[in-house]
């Protein structure tokens, strides 16, 4: 049973295919069609176990590459189907999203919708989802230093002495993730938990890392 998407861009950004995590089915349409600002585009996945479709895609604006389309969905083969959205900033985390998302409604009634997110409404068709992206969408402006208090991001040790001293932390490799623990609790406020931790990251777009949150 595929799954099509129809996305109706109401804004006036592009969107392009950033990511998509699928623990079952795949991308039938090509991954570089973009999104196109006061049109509608449709997506589609197919199944491929026995599973039928679950996981999560987003995409992001082409200019400012601060606003994103984040989707988590589950159509099985057999059963109801699942489905939430987010249009502007992020969720938190995707993987809460996929599992927490709501049962996916259909309407009788012509050009209504049945469930609603940030920046975006949604209503179930016969082959799987239209989903509006509203005109006004918020861009993701990940925390600064300067938005924490010296509280959240924590005070320099002092030693016995009384002077202050700075913790050693082991160096990042150039074009790689700080790891978990450097940064302190500043770093586990400004990332993004879930697939989006790279977001902290320009340029770093592994699967492999991102994938170990799940």
């Known amino acids: 049973m595929k799954m ?25 349409s090509e991954k570089s069609t973009a999104i196109a600002p006061k049109t509608t585009t449709t997506v589609e996945i197919t199944p491929s176990t026995v599973e039928g479709i679950s996981g999560v895609a987003w995409w992001v604006d082409t200019t400012g590459r601060n606003v994103y ?3 988590a969905m589950t159509r099985p083969r057999l059963g109801r189907s699942f489905f939430t959205c987010h249009a502007g900033v992020p969720p938190p985390n995707l993987k809460t999203a996929l599992s927490s998302a709501a049962k996916l409604e259909t309407s009788q009634e012509p050009g209504s919708f049945t469930g609603a997110g940030p920046g975006c409404e949604w209503v179930g068709t016969d082959d799987g989802v239209a989903v509006r992206i509203l005109p006004e969408l918020e861009e993701f402006e990940p925390l600064s230093a300067a938005d924490l208090s010296p509280k959240d991001v924590g005070e320099e040790p002092v030693n016995a002495s009384g002077a202050e001293c700075t913790e050693i932390v082991p160096e990042a490799q150039p074009g790689y993730p700080a790891r978990k623990d450097e940064g302190g609790d500043f770093m586990a406020l400004t990332r993004p938990k879930g ?8 340029g770093f777009h592994s699967p492999r890392e991102w994938q170990e949150d799940w």
């Not at 950004?13 to 991308?27: I, R, S, V």
């Not at 697939?195 to 320009?202: A, D, H, L, T």
């Open 195 to 202: 697939v989006y931790r790279w977001m902290r990251f320009p």
């Open 4 to 28: 099509l998407i129809e996305l109706i861009n109401d804004s006036d950004l592009t969107f392009q295919l950033d990511g998509e995590w699928l623990k079952a089915g795949e991308f039938k």
């Open 69 to 71: 389309i984040s989707m």
